[in-house]
């Protein structure tokens, strides 16, 4: 799988929106941008992926560059419980992930 | 739907002791990962077993094994325990058929003393 590139730490304003980017700059065809989220101490949870094309659902968008070489994942409110780290992983099947750092996102009243 | 269940959900072990962690896929599912999280090395698969055969496998010792039972339930045990395999082991459901996302369990929380 494809290896990705993510800032380290993040804050964000509740409320406000979240843009998290991820860098995949190796990605090939076949592979889905996918992001999962950790609550402290917590199994990973599922948050959105996507092949090409912008996909949108209740929890968060994903924006990908038409290169494919990066991606967005956008928290339209933010909010206290938003706060966990993100991962950003690429991979083309359900059952071995690879997972980096992640971006520790920090929501401020 | 019942998620992906682990149990037990904290464990204490001495150093040389051997434990075994259970997990319950979702029904349905064939396709059950286990991965080892840490401070220091951060979330790392450890194998993946699909339809009772191991089909994947980390970078891990030999003292780290698992199987799959006919239900898809999942056991993984370690044996000789050391100081530094406190982690919370973790594991992921799926239909493990294509792409679609992983579902995980809340972890067993593994502390060797």
């Known amino acids: 799988d494809a290896k990705t590139t993510q800032p380290p730490s993040m804050d964000c304003a509740e409320g406000r929106a979240a843009n998290l980017p991820c860098n995949h700059s190796t990605i090939s065809g076949n592979e889905y941008v996918y992001w999962y989220r950790q609550i402290h101490s917590q199994g990973p949870q599922y948050i959105i992926h996507g092949l090409k094309n912008n996909e949108t659902n209740e929890m968060a968008s994903l924006i990908i560059t038409e290169d494919r070489k990066s991606s967005t994942l956008i928290l339209p409110h933010a909010t206290l419980r938003d706060t966990a780290v993100y991962y950003c992983i690429v991979h083309s099947n359900d059952y071995k992930l690879s997972f980096g750092a992640g971006t520790t996102v920090t929501v401020r009243a | 739907k019942a998620g992906v269940t682990q149990t037990p959900r904290y464990l204490i072990k001495t150093r040389g002791q051997q434990v075994t962690l259970s997990c319950s896929p979702i029904s349905g599912h064939r396709s059950v990962s286990w991965y080892q999280q840490t401070p220091g090395q951060g979330l790392q698969f450890l194998f993946e077993?699909?339809?009772?055969?191991?089909?994947n496998k980390g970078n891990f010792p030999g003292r780290f094994s698992g199987r799959q039972f006919s239900n898809s339930r999942s056991e993984m045990n370690v044996s000789t325990l050391e100081l530094g395999d406190s982690a919370l082991y973790l594991c992921?459901?799926?239909?493990?058929?294509?792409?679609?996302?992983?579902?995980f369990g809340q972890g067993t929380r593994l502390t060797v003393v």
């Open positions: 992921a459901s799926g239909p493990g058929q294509g792409n679609t996302e992983a579902f």
């Open positions: 077993y699909f339809s009772e055969t191991q089909r």
